[in-house]
């Protein structure tokens, strides 16, 4: 079984009409056990730049802790909240810098930008960005959700429809695989608030 | 910094609290070509006076205001060859900034990081202060700024201001003006 497939984890982040949405599961499993239905996923950097980390869960919980540290350092240098392109990029040499003992995540980073414009981005497990317009997929049940968020996507969605594509794409993705689900934690991000929603699907 | 036999500071205080070595740069730094610096309402001016010591000097070899990066830029007072290392050392964090944030660094914090250099030459072992001070101009988000750097290592924004020899005319014209 490969270490990513370890912990299981979904994730997904769309854009919408200057805003945007970021998703994943709550199941935290020792290979067939479940072992926790709350894991957190998804953790805020600041108010306009969200964080969710697939993959091994004590390195998707260490490299947090050493974001935010950086970025912490940062506020207090620079005295600014750092923009998501720069956060990106943060983040990819990070794990770059582990090029030959990597951290086993995958990082999901969205954010609104200059202009309230939103930011997606997803990278491997040693740093590749891969910026996207749309959508932005992780975790054990990526390729369920590739086919699910394709399928519902639709441009310059408003906030409320943005949330019922991102839940119905990421429930019915996690059905498909054993290893994520136990419902769902969605952040839908406007330039003016954060909408934190749980999900409940089906508990298995 | 230097190997175990320089361990110890050359920088020490004197009873009076002050740090002679620092004092002496400051003296070098006086006794340079006079340079300075104005903050305009949209970008910054630097200059620098550039007298060679013999009409033989090829002009187009020294070169007193460099780039740090294509929106700042420094000049400097004193000893021309501290100044070389200082640009290096500036470009090199400039461009490591760079490669981890892909923005172009912020004036204020080029300018934190050369003093920091500049501050650690009086603390580390074996080494001395470096004998210039630094106008460095640049435009950034928080737009025009002007910063003065110190042998010791301290920094100060400006609106405008001088260094070198004949510091006190210039400034007095500059306040006037």
């Not at chain 1, 582990?98 to 997803?122: M, N, S, W």
């Not at chain 1, 049940?141 to 310059?156: N, P, Q, R, T, V």
């Not at chain 2, 603390?123 to 640049?138: N, Y």
Request: glycine share 8%; net charge neutral.
């Amino acid at each position: 079984m490969s270490i990513f497939e370890y912990n299981g984890s979904a994730l997904v982040a769309m854009v919408g009409k200057n805003c945007f949405a970021i998703a994943s599961d709550r199941r935290l499993g020792v290979q067939l056990q479940t072992i926790a239905t709350d894991f957190q996923r998804i953790s805020k950097i600041h108010d306009r730049v969200f964080l969710g980390l697939s993959g091994l869960a004590t390195d998707a919980q260490t490299l947090y802790q050493r974001l935010v540290f950086r970025h912490k350092l940062y506020q207090l240098r620079e005295e600014r909240d750092m923009k998501p392109e720069t956060f990106a990029n943060l983040v990819s040499a990070l794990l770059y810098e582990k090029r030959f003992g990597p951290y086993f995540c995958q990082p999901v980073i969205a954010g609104l930008g200059d202009e309230d414009k939103p930011f997606i981005c997803t990278m491997d497990s040693i740093g590749a960005k891969e910026l996207a317009k749309d959508f932005v997929v992780a975790g054990t049940a990526s390729e369920s959700l590739y086919g699910a968020c394709e399928s519902m996507f639709k441009e310059d969605m408003e906030p409320e429809e943005l949330f019922e594509t991102v839940s119905q794409a990421l429930l019915s993705s996690v059905d498909r695989d054993c290893l994520s689900g136990w419902g769902g934690h969605v952040y839908v991000v406007t330039p003016t608030e954060v909408k934190e929603r749980i999900l409940k699907g089906r508990m298995d | 910094m230097g190997d175990s036999q320089y361990s110890f500071s050359l920088t020490t205080f004197s009873p009076s609290g002050k740090l002679v070595q620092i004092e002496h740069a400051l003296t070098a730094v006086g006794s340079g070509q006079t340079s300075l610096g104005i903050k305009a309402a949209n970008g910054v001016v630097i200059a620098t006076e550039k007298k060679l010591p013999s009409i033989l000097v090829d002009e187009t070899s020294v070169q007193k205001i460099q780039c740090l990066t294509p929106n700042i830029g420094v000049v400097y007072s004193g000893m021309g060859p501290d100044f070389r290392v200082l640009v290096r050392k500036s470009r090199k964090q400039a461009e490591q900034y760079h490669r981890l944030y892909k923005e172009p660094i912020p004036v204020t914090q080029l300018v934190r990081e050369t003093a920091a250099v500049m501050q650690e030459f009086t603390q580390s072992g074996g080494v001395r202060p470096f004998g210039v001070s630094l106008l460095v101009a640049g435009y950034d988000d928080n737009g025009p700024q002007l910063y003065q750097v110190d042998p010791s290592g301290s920094y100060f924004s400006w609106k405008a201001s001088a260094m070198g020899k004949n510091v006190s005319n210039a400034k007095t014209f500059l306040e006037k003006r």
